[in-house]
């Protein structure tokens, strides 16, 4: 099956998988991932049964935050190959039915880029520095850092530079790391140059777009005090203003809109349904369904689904609050559990918390139960593959990956050294996965090397370990993504919730631990509480996160157990 052209709106039910180039496949046996070798393995997702591929960056870059800090937009980094990969990557997936989405990254770029290293030459009130957000200090000398702002990664959110004459100078503002320079986004030449990217890698062929920190571009005019933590990932989403939910002035202002009505505009101009999903950690969910009104995006990552806890009341209530305030602008949820900022759900659930995301695992932190971990971990995803809309995948999720325990000497986040190592960052969800459980670096390439080390457990759950093998979660990925199409999950117009009825008479709800919910052709019911649910009789069984209990009257799903069926006709609901 190949790409084609026409406007069939593919975004709306997609699965996506998210690939991080760094750690999917290596071809030349340096340690690092690259182009071709995502390429060569392009057919296990279309194996696997996903819709669309999601590449993070492999753009020009000297590697700070593993590419989120830009150099040069157009262009590939050495150390992923060249553009002619770029292009044949994009080729070779369509042929196998797949569409391609890369990563932007418009809010800051590296300072290695061309634009930043002029603005420091030019010097202050120069068009140069005017690109980005340079401010003169305060204090008698302008000692005294702008604002109060911190940084994301830890450490304050500005740095002063030396001027051309040697004297201490002007500060720039940098939300992330030291080396990422924020742009300033009322420049005209900002909005003009990220609209050429656009059409470059549109014109290459590319499906789409993920756009990274999709809420932070357009700072509050004149960059008011706050002196507030600004985290993204957290469990409360943390970073509104109190009781008044008043987005601090770095964040979710009114001012992105309007780029992203100017970005919908330029891929309204490319034939293929080309699409926009917002990374943007914004609460509650009627803000984030602002970025996805009809002339904006086409989706937005749930973070508040991602970090929820598993409960069945907690999870129904999101769900229903995303449907309601997507509904209302037309957009269809989107969906995930894990990506490359978060620590894997399989190592999430197998901790003792509510919800929410660790910021990461060291040696010395509590460790998860892997097996509690798992089971929770399928019970969880085959709920989302249920749900209607959008959902993603992130690479080895299919495997059932934890995190890994990252030493601290391996250790490459920036966070790691910006927060004196209190952090302990996002290293331990970024290790290059496994495919051959008795080769060198577990397949990743064709030598032992391997740019974070891979644990042990990793050789145990590779690929090749689990391809045909029954019940394994590989093939539960794929008996889910193949049974979400064909019973069209994803494009559902909503859900009928149910509560069951057990053989004692006795009615099982949320308040139980239970959700259950029609959705198109199935039945689907996820036990989440501590007592096993009769399953209704003569419904079909047709998918289960775990193995099923039987006793003398039912067929009985464990706790923390996943269960699609199909009943024996509609009216049985």
């Not at 999601?54 to 800090?69: C, E, R």
């Not at 086409?298 to 129904?316: E, G, K, S």
Request: charged share 25%.
């Amino acid at each position: 099956m190949s790409i084609a052209g026409g406007r069939g709106e593919w975004w709306r039910s997609a699965v996506v998988y998210q690939v991080y180039p760094r750690s999917f496949a290596d071809s030349d046996g340096d340690g690092m991932g690259d182009l071709p070798g995502i390429t060569a393995r392009l057919p296990h997702l279309a194996e696997l049964g996903v819709d669309a591929l999601w590449l993070s960056p492999f753009y020009t870059s000297p590697q700070h935050d593993a590419g989120y800090d830009v150099a040069d937009y157009r262009d590939v980094d050495p150390r992923f190959g060249t553009l002619a990969d770029a292009d044949a990557l994009v080729a070779r997936a369509h042929e196998l039915g797949l569409r391609v989405v890369v990563d932007l990254v418009p809010n800051h770029t590296s300072w290695d880029h061309a634009w930043f290293r002029a603005a420091l030459a030019a010097g202050p009130g120069s068009p140069e520095r005017a690109r980005y957000l340079f401010r003169d200090g305060r204090g008698v000398d302008g000692e005294i850092a702008p604002t109060s702002w911190r940084s994301v990664f830890g450490g304050p959110a500005w740095e002063r530079v030396t001027e051309a004459d040697g004297r201490p100078g002007q500060w720039y503002l940098h939300l992330f790391d030291v080396s990422q320079p924020d742009l300033d986004w009322t420049n005209p030449e900002v909005v003009e140059e990220f609209q050429d990217v656009l059409r470059f890698w549109l014109d290459r062929g590319v499906d789409g777009f993920r756009v990274d920190v999709a809420h932070g571009l357009v700072k509050a005019d004149g960059l008011p005090e706050w002196d507030a933590a600004t985290e993204m990932i957290t469990g409360t989403l943390a970073g509104m203003n109190g009781e008044s939910r008043t987005p601090p002035p770095m964040w979710d202002q009114e001012g992105v809109h309007e780029v992203y009505r100017r970005w919908r505009a330029v891929l309204e101009e490319y034939e293929g349904d080309r699409m926009l999903v917002a990374e943007a950690w914004v609460d509650p969910v009627e803000r984030l369904a602002r970025y996805v009104r009809d002339d904006e995006m086409q989706q937005a990552f749930n973070f508040a689904y991602l970090v929820a806890p598993l409960d069945a009341a907690a999870l129904r209530a999101q769900v229903e609050e995303t449907a309601a305030a997507m509904s209302a602008v037309g957009a269809p949820p989107t969906w995930v559990l894990s990506n490359h900022d978060v620590v894997r759900h399989t190592t999430r659930f197998g901790l003792d918390l509510a919800g929410g995301n660790p910021d990461g695992l060291g040696a010395d932190d509590e460790q998860p139960d892997p097996a509690v971990g798992l089971q929770r971990a399928r019970a969880a995803t085959l709920l989302m593959l249920a749900l209607p809309g959008s959902a993603y995948v992130y690479q080895g999720e299919e495997l059932g990956l934890p995190d890994a325990v990252v030493p601290d000497e391996a250790r490459q986040d920036p966070s790691w050294e910006r927060t004196g190592r209190e952090t302990n960052g996002r290293d331990g969800c970024r290790v290059p996965i496994p495919w051959e459980g008795d080769a060198p670096s577990f397949g990743f390439g064709p030598t032992a090397a391997s740019w974070l080390p891979q644990p042990a457990v990793y050789g145990e759950l590779a690929l090749d370990r689990q391809r045909d093998v029954p019940g394994s979660t590989y093939e539960m990925y794929r008996a889910a993504l193949r049974l979400r199409r064909e019973l069209a999950l994803g494009s559902s117009t909503g859900l009928s919730w149910r509560a069951l009825e057990g053989p004692d008479g006795q009615v099982r709800g949320e308040e139980h631990g239970v959700l259950a919910f029609r959705s198109a052709g199935a039945l689907v019911v996820a036990n989440l509480g501590e007592q096993p649910v009769a399953l209704p009789a003569g419904a079909e069984v047709l998918l289960v996160s775990g193995d099923l209990q039987r006793d003398a009257e039912a067929r009985l799903l464990p706790p923390m157990t996943t269960a699609w069926l199909r009943e024996e006709s509609p009216a049985s609901a």
